[in-house]
């Protein structure tokens, strides 16, 4: 089980300053979407070069043009990209077919698809890395939380791993991780935190207890 911390709403050197402080309880680095379209794949670029053992995430939800975006993405240096579920098949095919001559990973993200049980079968059988199920910004605002997706999809899920988002929290990790997703990602839960640091650290070994359990 890994640890992904979400950039979001940052500059680059914020964004280096905050992954100083928590590098060593994370796994991976997501350049959100709002940064992406703030700084462009540069941001990827620069977070790689300042902290070459963590993995970058470049959150680009690509919804057409999969293999040339995921190009661009890897060429940039991120080691997993995001493709939207609810985009058609070839897309996801394309991304997945670029990634693998890149030998980067694609993240699918489930954000807002309609039937999750069977697009999760049937992105599955794409050959895709990952499926998240993703609790958006403006969802969580109504008080709806990834959980319950998070298990509808582990029922269907053989090949891809899955990873959870969407407002997790310290005091909600602990029910997360007894879903036994293979990567939690939080963003605010760590970023909109006074000590960044000690948060960060109590998450990692949460999630590596329960991984041993």
């Known amino acids: ?21 928590v590098a060593a309880h994370i796994d991976i680095v997501e350049i959100g979407t709002p940064v992406v379209i703030n700084e462009g794949l540069r941001a990827v670029k620069e ?13 680009l939800k690509i919804m057409d043009a999969g293999a040339y975006e995921v190009m661009k993405a890897s060429e940039a240096g991120a080691d997993i990209i995001t493709v939207l579920g609810a985009t058609d098949n070839s897309t ?19 954000i807002n698809v309609k039937n999750l049980e069977q697009r999760a079968k049937e992105v599955d059988e794409l050959g895709v890395d990952y499926i998240c199920v993703h609790t958006g910004y403006d969802l969580q605002a109504e008080g709806e939380s990834p959980f319950e997706q998070l298990q509808t999809i582990k029922r269907v899920v053989k090949n891809a791993k899955t990873a959870v988002a969407g407002g997790i929290k310290l005091n909600t990790l602990p029910e997360v991780v007894q879903s036994q997703p293979d990567l939690v990602i939080v963003g605010g839960g760590i970023t909109g935190q006074e000590d960044k640091k000690a948060v960060a650290a109590k998450m990692q070994e949460l999630i590596k207890e329960k991984a041993h359990a």
């Open 92 to 110: 996801i095919k394309g991304a997945v077919e670029e990634a693998r001559k890149q030998g980067t990973k694609i993240l699918i993200d489930m």
């Open 1 to 21: 089980m890994e640890l992904q911390l979400a950039l979001d709403l940052v500059n680059i050197p914020e964004g280096i300053e905050v992954v100083k402080e």
């Open 47 to 59: 977070i790689k070069q300042a902290f070459p053992s963590l993995k970058v995430l470049a959150d």
